[in-house]
């Protein structure tokens, strides 16, 4: 059974940080491009960072370059999403997802999502 359960998510003040966590199992981790995404309500859903399944240039949305980093574990299927100098318009649920393509099928999971919330 595949499964992408998400942490990390909470209440901050803007300027601070968390660090998201989306932990995968029923699957292959180390083969798929692993995505965090963002919606706001009222919003699109966005995406916020990428990282690709070879683990090399990891991707970002402009409005969070510089302050946002994801990175992964392939030894405990785990891919996070840290946040630096958080603002109010981060304020979203924040989705992991997880993608490949094979032999022309393509597999995309995704997690329940964590709340982020950013306030004084």
């Known amino acids: 059974q595949v499964q992408l359960v998400e942490s990390g998510g909470g209440l901050v003040q803007p300027g601070g940080s968390l660090r998201l966590s989306c932990t995968a199992s029923?699957?292959?981790?180390?083969?798929?491009?692993m995505r965090w995404y963002r919606q706001a309500p009222g919003k699109e859903r966005e995406l916020v960072a990428t990282m690709p399944s070879a683990g090399t240039t990891t991707t970002y949305a402009d409005s969070v370059k510089g302050r946002f980093t994801i990175s992964t574990d392939n030894a405990s299927n785990t891919v996070y999403l840290q946040m630096n100098s958080l603002k109010p318009e981060d304020t979203a649920g924040y989705y992991c997802?997880?993608?490949?393509?094979?032999?022309?099928?393509?597999?995309?999971?995704w997690g329940q999502g964590t709340q982020v919330t950013v306030s004084a």
């Open positions: 997802n997880a993608f490949r393509v094979r032999i022309g099928i393509k597999y995309n999971y």
């Open positions: 029923g699957f292959t981790f180390s083969n798929y491009v």
